[in-house]
Every structure is written in structure tokens, then in C-alpha cells.
């Protein structure tokens, strides 16, 4: 167990339609990412919250938003869902640690399918 | 963050060692070796990292060449739960940037 949580481990959805993953870091963890990981490409970052504030964007579609909340939990929203939006979505959070080896912790993921 | 490369498959029997290369010839002098394995759709899980010495944990050891072009990740006794595909990873010190996935190797351990 990573210590990271996330929710809800299955969703199902069809086309057009709007989700909204969470994730709950480790205890006192700063930094938040999410990934996606699909058949045909792999584990893609998407995108890092550092308390609060968006810190860095890889391969984000503009339909997808994150924000992380003053608690330091994190939302993932997908809007006008396509077939291949269907994935496994990971959130993964770390310390900030000053000049440290910062490690990222996985939650299990979940598992969106658009019909 | 310097690029790796590693065999897309090895098997290994069960109890004995499993070693796992990883080629990683542009790796610069601040850049760390990261190790995560995922074990079929679940979430990735951090192993081990290394700068240039030797390391070894509960989980595995890694051992760096002196060069530092080339690591090995080994699980000394090796089950059936070790079956996963493991990740090598490269990047910079204090880094706090995303991690950069390639396809890693798809590790089968064997009865």
C-alpha cells in the first residue's frame, strides 16, 4: 500500500459525457501528478500540482482539467469523453524535499471505459 | 532526463535471481537511476534509486558500473509475485518533475 488513494477504482461512461477522478496523496506529500496509461501508449504524464499551484503539463487533451484543493487532494476532470479517453489513470504524489531524491508513490489507479 | 534502454522481455525461474539490465550511455553526472516495477495494471511501485554507488533494500539491489552507463536491477530470490514489468528510469537530482516511462522489461517469472 502506497499510501495513495484513489477513487473510484472502476468508471464507466459513454461518449460526450463528463468524469471526475480523485486522488488523495500521502500524508503531508506536497506534489501531485496524474498519468494515463492506455494500451497503445504507455504510462503519459498529464499533468503536476505542487500545493496548490499548477507546476508542470505534459500530454493533456484541453477537454482534461486538474486542480489540487487546500487539503492537498486532487481532482482530474475529463469533459466530452471519446472512445479513446478509455484508460487507466494514475495520481502519484511525493514530498518536496530541498535538493532531495524525490520519490513518487503510486495509487492504484483508475479504470475508465468509454462506451 | 538521459533516455534507457532495456530487453522488452527475460524469464527467470522461481527462487533463483533475476537480473535486469539497463543501458543508460547518456547519463549525466547529476542524473540518478530510478527503478519501478508495475505488477499487471496496478499502480507503479518505486524499488530502489542510485547515484553511483551500490544499492540494496528489502526489495531488490542495484548495482552501477563505474561508468555509470549501465545498471542492474536484482531481485536475489525471485517469485511468482515478482512477475511485472519493471521500469528503468534516469533523471536529474532533486528533480521534481514527472517521470518519463519507456516500455520497460516485461519480467516472467517462472515454477
Known amino acids: 500500500d502506497s499510501g495513495v488513494t484513489q477513487t473510484p477504482k472502476h468508471l464507466i461512461t459513454a461518449t460526450g459525457q463528463r468524469v471526475t477522478l480523485r486522488c488523495s496523496p500521502r500524508?503531508?506529500?506536497?506534489?501531485v501528478y496524474w498519468y494515463q496509461q492506455s494500451l497503445d501508449q504507455g504510462l503519459q504524464f498529464l499533468i503536476q500540482?505542487?500545493?496548490?499551484?499548477?507546476?508542470a503539463k505534459g500530454n493533456i487533451l484541453e477537454r482534461f482539467s486538474a486542480q489540487q484543493f487546500p487539503d492537498l487532494h486532487s481532482e482530474l476532470n475529463l469533459s466530452s469523453l471519446e472512445l479513446g479517453d478509455s484508460a487507466l489513470y494514475f495520481c502519484a504524489s511525493s514530498p518536496h524535499q530541498r535538493g532531495g531524491r524525490e520519490t513518487q508513490y503510486f495509487g492504484p489507479g483508475t479504470r475508465l471505459l468509454v462506451l | 532526463d538521459a533516455k534507457t534502454t532495456q530487453p522488452p522481455s527475460m524469464d527467470c525461474a522461481e527462487g533463483r535471481a533475476a537480473n535486469l539490465p539497463c543501458n543508460h550511455s547518456?547519463?549525466?553526472?547529476?542524473?540518478?537511476v530510478y527503478w519501478y516495477r508495475q505488477i499487471h495494471s496496478q499502480g507503479p511501485q518505486y524499488i530502489i534509486h542510485?547515484?553511483?554507488n551500490n544499492e540494496t533494500n528489502e526489495m531488490a539491489s542495484l548495482i552501477i558500473t563505474e561508468d555509470r552507463k549501465s545498471s542492474t536491477l536484482i531481485l536475489p530470490h525471485a517469485t511468482l509475485r515478482d512477475t511485472a514489468v519493471y521500469y528503468c528510469?534516469?533523471?536529474?537530482?532533486?528533480?521534481?518533475?514527472?517521470?518519463?516511462f519507456g516500455k520497460g522489461t516485461k519480467l516472467s517469472v517462472k515454477p
Open positions: 547518456t547519463i549525466s553526472g547529476n542524473e540518478y
Open positions: 528510469i534516469v533523471r536529474v537530482a532533486g528533480s521534481q518533475g514527472n517521470l518519463i
Open positions: 542510485g547515484l553511483k
Open positions: 500540482y505542487y500545493n496548490g499551484e499548477e507546476r
Open positions: 500524508s503531508g506529500d506536497l506534489s
